[in-house]
T-cell receptor
Framework: NAGVTQTPKFQVLKTGQSMTLQCAQDMNHEYMSWYRQDPGMGLRLIHYSVGAGITDQGEVPNGYNVSRSTTEDFPLRLLSAAPSQTSVYFC?????????????FGQGTRLTVV | GESVGLHLPTLSVQEGDNSIINCAYSNSASDYFIWYKQESGKGPQFIIDIRSNMDKRQGQRVTVLLNKTVKHLSLQIAATQPGDSAVYFCAEIPGGVYKLSFGAGTTVTVRA
């Protein structure tokens, strides 16, 4: 049982490049979400999903796309990277049937856009 | 807008002492209030939660207090240990949804 796995752990992009941050969970959780963490600002919700085929925007969705084709995977796409997207990105999952306050987080992806 | 926030960005504690981390919130409609711990280089980890109809909840070495009158949440850590050094976030969940809303975090440093 690996929990929530994020890849890559580190990434450097040039402005304008695109990339996909991968997130997979093996706990059969219905709810998955992406956050970004910037110094002094806590974690801000980018996008979330309540199940396969269903996604919705969070607090800071601009510049990011998501899809949820399976219960296990929830990739985050940066369409055209900008320096303002330099951040640490966390994926999280939680269960509807379990304790909805207990989200399980991945180890994070540290992204630098130059 | 409504948000969850923490009173102090940093807290330095002597090993063995009790720690108190505070948080102010403004969304009276939240169902749950939660504390997460984030160690360096890792993702946040659930510590303890409290439902909005409770005033106090205890876990292992931790106690969460909720004062709805002044919209204040606190986390008390008993006999603070070096492994308690981390960033602590309070978070809330509005009624009927699963979205977590986080405050800015308090960095706790434990002095030997």
């Amino acid at each position: 049982n690996a929990g929530v796995t994020q890849t890559p752990k580190f990434q450097v992009l040039k402005t304008g490049q695109s990339m996909t941050l991968q997130c997979a969970q093996d706990m059969n959780h219905e709810y998955m979400s992406w956050y970004r963490q910037d110094p002094g600002m806590g974690l801000r919700l980018i996008h979330y999903s309540v199940g396969a085929g269903i996604t919705d925007q969070g607090e800071v969705p601009n510049g990011y796309n998501v899809s949820r084709s399976t219960t296990e995977d929830f990739p985050l796409r940066l369409l055209s990277a900008a320096p303002s997207q330099t951040s640490v990105y966390f994926c999280a999952s939680s269960s509807f049937g379990g304790k909805r306050t207990e989200a399980f987080f991945g180890q994070g992806t540290r992204l630098t856009v130059v | 807008g409504e948000s969850v926030g923490l009173h102090l960005p940093t807290l330095s504690v002597q090993e063995g002492d009790n720690s108190i981390i505070n948080c102010a919130y403004s969304n009276s409609a939240s169902d749950y209030f939660i504390w997460y711990k984030q160690e360096s280089g890792k993702g946040p980890q659930f510590i303890i939660d409290i439902r909005s109809n409770m005033d106090k909840r205890q876990g292992q070495r931790v106690t969460v207090l909720l004062n709805k009158t002044v919209k204040h949440l606190s986390l008390q850590i008993a006999a603070t240990q070096p492994g308690d050094s981390a960033v602590y976030f309070c978070a809330e969940i509005p009624g009927g949804v699963y979205k977590l809303s986080f405050g800015a975090g308090t960095t706790v440093t434990v002095r030997a």
